[in-house]
């Protein structure tokens, strides 16, 4: 028998169940990034770059930021991104994935409880694993659940710190937390609200300050906003007071132990912060095109969202493959979305609308899936 006899039979029950993932070229008009604003292929990000090279910004670290890696183009970043988001201190990853796990793994301690929205990202799950606290799941989008969770805790006696982990607007559904209701909740039990703003960064609110822009500042909330989605670059940016930033650098395993990101990718993602503040155009066209994205994908069952993110959801995971699979063949790249990603049952096409494509692209991809719904 194979040593790794139990890892190609879990491959083939994969395969079985239309589950099993694997990796292709990409190919078609872009319905499946998070490159919102068109920024990874942008000239002036482009331009940016060659500056940086052109200046000296080095390709590699070399080392941990605890080491010879921290490089000046990381300070800068870091001041810059505390200033543009209006917190006290700012700290940059290498990705918002190793950002959530020390986020959730480092901060709440033992005795400490985290209360945490169902449909969460992935990354907030392994930091919770990580980490020394209880945790708890309630119902999405439920501010009452959050506040009886708490409660609850407090009658069994607990009596360290709460903490409430949310997305902002949501990678798989495309809807928006109830951070006002939230952040009462995070007031009336003295919680810290952590607020992930992967996909709302860049834009949504003011310059792209996201949808937490009025929380930003605030004693009790930290937040995380990932470079590799709206700004078109690489890693992810922890955003709160002073002391979180001090403790990750020092408790932060993850932090810790990593190599430093890139400083070439640190200056993009400068430059990227400005193009935020200096090109408000690129946002107001992101909403005619979703605008046209609701209307023209209706007829296909497409909900719409307010936001990016479209989800189209067939149920199971066999049909929602083949009708990705004949969209993609008909050259609109969307993917299909299966558990564990999404729960069982809500098998979907995650539609992204982008700068990438428009508005003829979005009436192709209309026809297609109706094709393919057919």
Same mark, same amino acid.
């Given at each position: 028998?194979?040593?790794?006899?139990?890892?190609?039979?879990?491959?083939?029950?994969?395969?079985?169940?239309?589950?099993?993932?694997?990796?292709?070229?990409?190919?078609?008009? *872009?319905?499946? !990034?998070?490159?919102?604003?068109?920024?990874?292929?942008?000239?002036?990000?482009?331009?940016? @770059?060659?500056?940086?090279?052109?200046?000296?910004?080095?390709?590699?670290?070399?080392?941990?930021?605890?080491?010879?890696?921290?490089?000046?183009?990381?300070?800068?970043?870091?001041?810059? #991104?505390? +200033?543009? %988001?209006?917190?006290? &201190?700012?700290?940059?990853?290498?990705?918002?994935?190793?950002?959530?796990?020390?986020?959730?793994?480092?901060?709440?301690?033992?005795?400490?409880?985290?209360?945490?929205?169902?449909?969460?990202?992935?990354? +907030?799950? /392994?930091?919770?694993?990580?980490?020394? #606290?209880?945790?708890?799941?309630?119902?999405?989008?439920?501010?009452?659940?959050?506040?009886?969770?708490?409660?609850?805790?407090?009658?069994?006696?607990?009596?360290?710190?709460?903490?409430?982990?949310?997305? !902002?607007?949501?990678?798989?559904?495309? *809807?928006?937390?109830?951070?006002?209701?939230?952040?009462?909740?995070?007031?009336?039990?003295?919680?810290?609200?952590?607020?992930?703003?992967?996909?709302?960064?860049?834009?949504?609110?003011?310059?792209?300050?996201?949808?937490?822009?009025? %929380?930003?500042?605030?004693?009790?909330?930290?937040?995380?906003?990932?470079?590799?989605?709206?700004?078109?670059? /690489?890693?992810?940016?922890?955003?709160?007071?002073?002391?979180?930033?001090?403790?990750? @650098?020092?408790?932060?395993?993850?932090?810790? %132990?990593?190599?430093?990101?890139?400083?070439?990718?640190?200056? &993009?993602?400068?430059? +990227?912060?400005?193009?935020? #503040?200096?090109?408000?155009?690129?946002?107001?066209?992101?909403?005619?095109?979703?605008?046209?994205?609701?209307?023209?994908?209706?007829?296909?069952? @497409?909900?719409?969202?307010?936001?990016?993110?479209?989800?189209?959801?067939?149920? *199971?995971?066999?049909?929602?493959?083949?009708?990705?699979?004949?969209?993609?063949?008909?050259?609109?790249?969307?993917?299909?979305?299966?558990?564990?990603?999404?729960?069982?049952?809500?098998?979907?096409?995650?539609?992204?609308?982008?700068?990438?494509?428009? /508005?003829?692209?979005?009436?192709?991809?209309?026809?297609?899936?109706?094709?393919?719904?057919?």
């Amino acid at each position: 028998m194979s040593l790794l006899a139990a890892h190609a039979h879990d491959l083939a029950d994969l395969a079985a169940r239309d589950r099993l993932r694997g990796l292709f070229p990409r190919s078609g008009v *872009d319905f499946s !990034s998070n490159d919102y604003l068109g920024l990874a292929t942008s000239d002036r990000l482009r331009g940016a @770059v060659m500056e940086a090279l052109a200046r000296g910004v080095a390709v590699g670290s070399g080392g941990s930021r605890l080491l010879r890696g921290n490089d000046p183009e990381h300070d800068a970043l870091e001041a810059e #991104a505390a +200033a543009f %988001f209006g917190s006290e &201190a700012a700290l940059y990853f290498s990705s918002g994935y190793a950002a959530n796990a020390a986020l959730l793994g480092t901060l709440p301690q033992r005795g400490d409880l985290v209360v945490y929205d169902a449909l969460i990202h992935a990354s +907030a799950h /392994e930091g919770m694993r990580l980490g020394r #606290a209880e945790t708890v799941g309630v119902p999405h989008n439920d501010p009452q659940g959050f506040d009886d969770a708490i409660a609850a805790w407090r009658a069994r006696g607990g009596t360290g710190r709460a903490w409430i982990a949310v997305e !902002s607007l949501y990678s798989m559904d495309g *809807d928006r937390a109830p951070l006002e209701d939230l952040a009462e909740v995070a007031a009336r039990h003295d919680a810290v609200l952590l607020i992930d703003e992967a996909h709302a960064t860049g834009v949504f609110g003011a310059n792209g300050r996201g949808l937490a822009a009025a %929380f930003e500042g605030r004693e009790n909330v930290v937040t995380l906003r990932t470079c590799g989605k709206a700004l078109g670059c /690489e890693g992810a940016l922890v955003c709160g007071p002073r002391v979180v930033r001090d403790f990750l @650098v020092n408790r932060g395993r993850g932090f810790i %132990f990593s190599t430093a990101p890139s400083p070439l990718m640190a200056s &993009a993602v400068r430059a +990227a912060l400005r193009i935020l #503040a200096d090109e408000p155009e690129r946002r107001d066209r992101l909403r005619t095109l979703v605008a046209h994205a609701e209307a023209a994908l209706a007829p296909c069952g @497409v909900t719409p969202t307010g936001s990016q993110i479209l989800p189209l959801v067939l149920g *199971d995971d066999a049909t929602t493959m083949r009708v990705a699979s004949a969209v993609q063949a008909a050259g609109y790249d969307v993917r299909g979305i299966r558990p564990p990603t999404v729960p069982a049952g809500t098998s979907r096409l995650r539609i992204s609308v982008t700068l990438n494509a428009c /508005e003829a692209d979005l009436d192709g991809l209309a026809r297609a899936i109706e094709g393919a719904l057919a």
